[in-house]
């Protein structure tokens, strides 16, 4: 275990990138993080020397990839803490994972005038699949607001919460504000009132600690690229007598026990919900990109971002019109602002002139800018290879964006 900046940033290569005569500053890392040499090593050697379909080769290359594929999904396990693997299901990505909830436990489950809560911060991945559940079969969608801090209003939760509601899907980390929800309350409550529950941890994940069993989540989706893995991959945990009880998601190869033309069985979980070929190269290096998280002494990381989210919030507070949207209790390293008299995108633009990338716009998040009245806001989100001399570069290029546009 250790944790050395330097040591970190040497794993990364792309953090080399030369920008107009400048290092990138790379503050993009909750849209998603770089990736460690060891990913990309094993995505290399994935093709190289393992590639083949899983599953039913009996060959040794198919026999190589599936094991390395199931030991992903064990790795997975161990990280979430779920008490079995056959209740880690790869998914596309956290998108994916919701998706598979509302169309499957959705549609089998939950009826017309059923209740669906989910929270202002939500990201459009925790709110359409929703939206489009309720349009297809009666549900009824409601929001729990939040305050001018970007915390969940929780009286508002507890007068929300009733015998109608059946199901709540609120996100753990806010990707927009970096809120972190009370999702154990959250969960107990809604418990009480028999609904089930879905955690979007796509942006948790690579913050704080996930303990499944802990939180007693019925659902928990990630996705690994958010989490140094490769794109295309993620995860949606669930409870096994829940996974169990729901119909399949897509039809295929891979999810069957046995095919007929007049019924067709499904397979054993996980694959009940794994049709087709996975994408199995990068599932592979996902492992990887733990491994790489997984030796990073976790109590030294977390009071490394927070030093970088403190610092990150006076600099910016001592710009001057810079208003900084989401201020909750209990925030990961994530700052999102605006700048009086200055569109988002222009800050945006001309900060990658100065090669400092952040997010600019509405982060997928359109109703909660709604709810501070903004069109989007300038994000920084800061990940373990970062560093206060990089906030000082962004800093600079702020005061430098003001003087050229104010
Ligand atoms: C990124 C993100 C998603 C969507 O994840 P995909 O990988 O794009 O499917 C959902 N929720 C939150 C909080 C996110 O940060």
Redesign the pocket.
């Known amino acids: 275990m250790s944790f050395n900046v330097s040591d970190i940033r040497k794993q990364f290569p792309i953090l080399d990138t030369q920008i107009a005569g400048k290092t990138l500053v790379y503050f993009d890392n ?3 993080t770089q990736k460690p040499r060891v990913v990309l090593d094993a995505l290399e050697d994935y093709y190289a020397s393992s590639n083949a379909n899983i599953h039913r080769g009996i060959h040794y290359l198919a026999e190589k990839a599936t094991a390395a594929f199931e030991a992903t999904r064990k790795s997975v396990q161990k990280f979430l803490n779920a008490s079995s693997h056959e209740e880690i299901i790869f998914t ?7 998706n598979l909830v509302a169309r499957t436990y959705g549609e089998a489950f939950l009826k017309a005038g059923d209740e669906i809560l989910i929270s202002n911060l ?5 709110i359409v699949p929703w939206q489009m559940l309720c349009e297809k079969n009666g549900c009824v969608l409601k929001v729990i607001p939040i305050d001018d801090h970007g915390d969940l209003i929780l009286e508002e939760f507890d007068k929300l919460l009733t015998e109608k509601t059946k199901f709540v899907s609120v ?5 927009a504000l970096g809120t972190i929800n009370p999702v154990e309350y959250i969960i107990k409550k809604a418990h009480e009132v028999g609904a089930k529950v879905l955690i ?5 994940s690579s913050h704080i600690p996930v303990d499944v069993q802990a939180l007693d989540a019925d659902f928990y ?1 990630l ?1 690994a ?2 989490l140094f893995g490769p ?1 295309g991959t ?1 995860i949606l945990y669930g409870k096994k007598d829940l996974l169990l009880s729901m119909p399949p998601y897509r039809g295929g190869g891979e999810m069957i026990k046995e095919v007929t033309f007049e019924k067709t069985t499904y397979a054993d979980l996980p694959y009940k919900f794994e049709a087709g070929t996975p994408n199995i190269a990068d599932v592979i290096a996902f492992k990887s990109g733990l491994e790489f998280f997984d030796s990073l002494d976790k109590e030294a990381l977390h009071a490394y971002e927070e030093e970088l989210l403190q610092y990150a919030t006076a600099q910016l507070k001592a710009v001057e019109g810079i208003r900084i949207i989401g201020e909750a209790k209990r925030k990961v390293s994530v700052v999102s602002f605006v700048m009086d008299g200055v569109h988002p995108q222009d800050i945006g633009i001309l900060l990658d002139q100065q090669g400092i990338a952040v997010r600019t716009g509405h982060h ?1 998040t359109q109703p909660l800018m709604q709810r501070f009245n903004i069109p989007g806001t300038v994000r920084a989100s800061f990940a373990p290879y970062n560093t206060k001399e990089e906030i000082d570069a962004l800093i600079a290029g702020l005061q430098k964006v003001r003087r050229f546009l104010l």
């Open positions: 909750a849209a998603t596309y990505g956290t998108t994916d994972s919701i939500e990201h459009h991945s925790n996100v753990h980390v806010s990707n979007d941890g796509a942006q948790a989706a996705s690229h958010k794109t993620g997928c």
